[in-house]
């Protein structure tokens, strides 16, 4: 069976792995456990560590056959040149930073990010990159900060937790006219609801472990290369990855890097699972994105509220701006009451949301973000970062919306 142009997200999801070719009229590819892959002759061997051999396997912390379908299949929905998986989100972003950036070097970074991400920019500063953080809400703050050691600008599609929204767009167009690799985290909408190379991105990260594979049994991470950045041009390529084609250079050096060296891979057992999540994408995330837009209204007209970031209401800085970008809003929203000192007693009245950090799980998750996540960061940085103490995020996940609701409104009566 061959693709034909076009097809859906699902369609593509559901019948990638026959086309392949099915070992046993297997519909799933099979998971593949072994470590290491033997060679018909020693030939093969050499042309495997050599380059000359290509799509064979050797030993699975560069790959196995079981993770690089699921590298087809992410690419395929992103529509990339290539991916790259990796043990977690956080690898990913990780093997971004430390294969293709050097000490002198120079990243401008979205001030709203993931808070292990700030947590990492921090540590690349010790190894002497420059980090600039700035407010992406507009292209112009990002300009400001570019300096003849700029290579890369990083930034989330909808940051957690707060919602902002940067101008994907025109930090795209700047990157071009800049030769800078744009590095857009596109986890949190996914390629059900965008894909970054529709605004320039370079790479694209998404996070499996969140709504790719949704059931939050796996931990898992990709890099897309979207075929838009000139590799030619880009200064720390090693020679030895300026053999393979120009469109590859970045991506081979990631995986060689950020997978051999460094060894944050995923497992073919994850890998399975994130496969087997990842074919009802998107029909979760339009579930979860609808119950989110009903829930953030309702949260946004109940008087204990003080304030609800989500992308979906026309309150939200960036409303807009979203509903030109995403095909939908996704399911992250955040809140904050009225009394923030009865946020906690607030959240241990909820009976369906769980208390958990995670994101796009099947459940809804419910955190206090200041208290936890952002704890480390400290209050001069959760400051810089938007994060108000009393900020709560939830992840909308598949329970029936009424359901939520019903319960979001007994515990606000539940408030003094
Ligand atoms: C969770 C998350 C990550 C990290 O992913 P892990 O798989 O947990 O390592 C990166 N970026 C964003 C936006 C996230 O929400």
């Given at each position: 069976m061959s693709k034909t142009d076009k097809q859906g997200l699902t369609t593509t999801i559901v019948h990638r792995d026959r086309r392949a070719g099915m070992e046993h009229g297997a519909l799933r590819a099979p998971l593949h456990s072994s470590v290491q892959y033997g060679l018909e002759s020693v030939e093969d061997l050499i042309g495997i560590f050599q380059g000359s051999k290509k799509g064979g396997f050797n030993y699975a912390r560069q790959g196995t056959p079981t993770t690089a379908m699921l590298e087809a299949k992410i690419n395929e929905i992103e529509g990339g040149v290539g991916t790259v998986c990796f043990a977690t989100g956080m690898g990913a972003i990780a093997a971004i930073f430390l294969t293709l950036l050097k000490a002198g070097d120079h990243i401008v970074s979205s001030r709203h990010v993931f808070g292990n991400t700030n947590s990492l920019l921090g540590t690349l500063r010790q190894f002497g990159v420059e980090v600039s953080m700035v407010d992406m809400a507009s292209a112009d703050s990002v300009a400001a900060v570019l300096t003849p050691a700029t290579r890369m600008v990083f930034v989330e599609t909808i940051a957690n937790p707060g919602t902002q929204i940067a101008d994907l767009q025109g930090i795209g167009s700047l990157c071009r006219a800049h030769g800078l690799v744009y590095v857009v985290d596109n986890t949190i909408t996914s390629p059900a609801l965008f894909n970054p190379a529709s605004v320039g991105a370079s790479l694209v990260v998404n996070s499996l472990t969140k709504t790719i594979s949704g059931h939050g049994a796996a931990l898992g991470g990709a890099v897309t290369d979207t075929?838009?950045?000139?590799?030619?041009?880009?200064?720390?390529?090693a020679d030895e990855y300026r053999k393979v084609a120009v469109a590859q250079q970045g991506l081979t050096q990631i995986r060689k890097k950020?997978?051999?060296?460094?060894?944050?891979s995923l497992s073919s057992e994850h890998a399975n699972q994130i496969s087997i999540g990842m074919e009802t994408l998107a029909l979760r995330v339009k579930h979860s994105s609808a119950s989110a837009q009903r829930l953030a209204e309702y949260l946004a007209a109940?008087?204990?509220?003080r304030k609800v970031c989500y992308p979906g209401l026309a309150s939200h800085p960036q409303h807009q701006r979203a509903s030109k970008l995403f095909r939908a809003n996704a399911w992250l929203l955040s809140f904050e009451l009225r009394a923030a000192e009865q946020t906690n007693a607030f959240l241990n009245a909820l009976q369906l949301p769980i208390k958990a950090t995670g994101l796009g799980d099947t459940r809804t998750l419910v955190i206090?973000?200041?208290?936890?996540?952002?704890?480390?960061?400290g209050p001069e940085k959760r400051k810089e970062m938007d994060i108000p103490d009393g900020m709560v995020r939830v992840s909308v996940g598949l329970e029936e919306v009424e359901d939520l609701i019903a319960d979001f409104a007994r515990a606000l009566d539940t408030l003094a």
């Open positions: 075929g838009l950045f000139d590799w030619a041009g880009y200064p720390n390529i950020g997978l051999r060296d460094m060894g944050a109940h008087p204990a509220v206090p973000v200041a208290a936890t996540i952002f704890w480390e960061a």
